[in-house]
């Protein structure tokens, strides 16, 4: 039967699923598959959550939509004082939107109009999403960009340390090098509104930013008033181990994007910003159609619910050290394999050549029935997001499979 969907979406596998529990999604010929994709680092408390679930059911029989502009409905509130205290220190008033990239967006347009500066820096390796604004944020891939010019401009790009570099602290300090030279050449301090930086390169490759690295950064903004933004859509709500992954360099951002992880999966994002910083965001400047969604609202409560529950992150370091270990006992000999890295479950096994890491995702796929991707500009990296919710049997089940597929490719 010919499709009527549209051609535009790269697709990583064929299966065709109609339900999710947990880790696992059944296809519709029966199948069940092991899901550490999760949604691109979504379905944080797993596919269909019951907790999840019942909060959504209620919701919809009381509202399913109250417009933000024109009302203010119950759940509103009560999730912004819950992301409050979840936070780092200091955010403390919150918007909310339905997308990563929608937040990352909005995080640059409120920066403008608290600073009144035009210009914004990003790292190299980046991922801020895909619309025009964001995209010229986005240099983890040419792809994403090409055959899209002009994309607006403004933005301009520091390097970010390189993790396969020999000496580590070295490129951390020609990165913040070159984030000085860049502030001496083409966007002076006072022409520039934020500085944006993912804790953890996503699309780019799973790349860790090391500590000194994100406090050089969060220095230099302070220094020169310019905002810092922690963009962690894909790193927030327990993904790196700890609620939000800023907390592992121990910096306090000005301003913080969430989404993905934040609802299970229902469409919602938020930003987060200092009470000082938000009250310069001109009344109208900024807004849209459904965000804070009352569904949205119900599900990111009923999320945090679980992922701020006793021992859940705990779950979230010791299934990533298992799957750390795992992984860099397999490949330790394994001349194909560069590094093993990842924080929290948040980990890469990077490869040398992009053709081997598909090879192995699709052994997995089809022999292991483990769900994988990819990820880094040369896609050589392999990606392992599992649901946060994951076991330690599903873990060895997936090293066993991965062992499988670097056995036979
Ligand atoms: C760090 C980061 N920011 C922003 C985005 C964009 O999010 P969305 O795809 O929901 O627009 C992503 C998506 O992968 C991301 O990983």
């Known amino acids: 039967m010919a499709s009527h969907l549209s051609d535009v979406w790269f697709s990583v596998t064929d299966l065709q699923v109609v339900s999710g529990k947990g880790s696992w999604v059944t296809t519709a ?8 994709a999760a949604g691109i680092a979504v379905n944080s408390t797993g596919h269909c959550h019951p907790h999840v679930v019942a909060a959504i059911q209620r919701q919809a029989e009381r509202f399913i939509h109250a417009q933000v502009n024109v009302y203010r409905h119950d759940l509103l509130e ?27 967006e909005a995080a640059i347009k409120l920066a403008k109009q608290a600073t009144k500066r035009p ?28 055959g899209h010019a002009p994309v607006p401009s403004g933005i301009f790009v520091a390097p970010f340390p390189d ?9 951390v300090d ?22 944006i930086i993912e804790p953890v390169l996503g699309e780019g490759g799973y790349v860790p930013a090391p500590e000194r690295f994100i406090q050089g950064i969060a220095e230099r903004c302070a220094a020169h008033n310019i905002l810092f933004v922690a963009d962690e859509v894909q790193t927030g ?15 306090e ?13 229902f469409p919602f994002s938020a930003l987060g910003a200092r009470a000082e910083v938000m009250a310069r965001w001109p009344k109208g400047s900024h807004g849209g159609t459904y965000g804070g969604n009352p569904i949205g609202c119900a599900a ?9 529950a006793p021992g859940f992150l705990d779950n979230v370091r010791a299934r990533g050290q298992q799957l750390v270990a795992g992984l860099t006992k397999l490949t330790a000999s394994d001349s194909r394999v560069h590094q093993v890295r990842g924080v929290g479950l948040m980990v890469a096994t990077e490869f040398a050549d992009a053709a081997v890491v598909e090879a192995v995702r699709v052994h997995c796929l089809e022999h292991g029935k483990l769900v994988l991707m990819n990820a880094g500009t040369y896609g050589t990296v392999l990606r392992w997001m599992p649901p946060l919710v994951v076991d330690e049997h599903e873990i060895s089940l997936a090293l066993d499979a991965f062992a499988d597929a670097l056995q036979s490719v």
């Open 29 to 36: 010929d029966g199948g069940e598959y092991l899901d550490f």
């Open 78 to 104: 009560p999730l912004a004082a819950r992301l409050a205290e979840l936070t780092p220190d200091g955010i403390e008033r919150f918007f909310y939107a339905n997308s990563g990239a929608e937040i990352t």
């Open 119 to 146: 210009n914004v820096i990003v790292f190299s390796g980046s991922f801020h999403g895909r619309t025009h604004l964001t995209m010229a944020m986005t240099t983890s891939k040419a792809g994403y960009r090409a």
């Open 163 to 171: 993790p396969l570099a020999p000496d580590q602290d070295a490129g």
């Open 174 to 195: 020609h990165a913040l090098r070159g984030l000085d030279h860049l502030l001496a050449s083409q966007t002076a301090p006072a022409e520039t509104a934020a500085m």
């Open 237 to 251: 709500f327990g993904r790196t181990g700890e609620m939000f992954a800023v907390a592992h360099a121990g910096v």
């Open 253 to 265: 951002p000005d301003v913080l994007c969430m989404a993905k992880g934040i609802a299970s999966g």
């Open 300 to 308: 990111a409560l009923a999320s945090i619910d679980v992922i701020a």
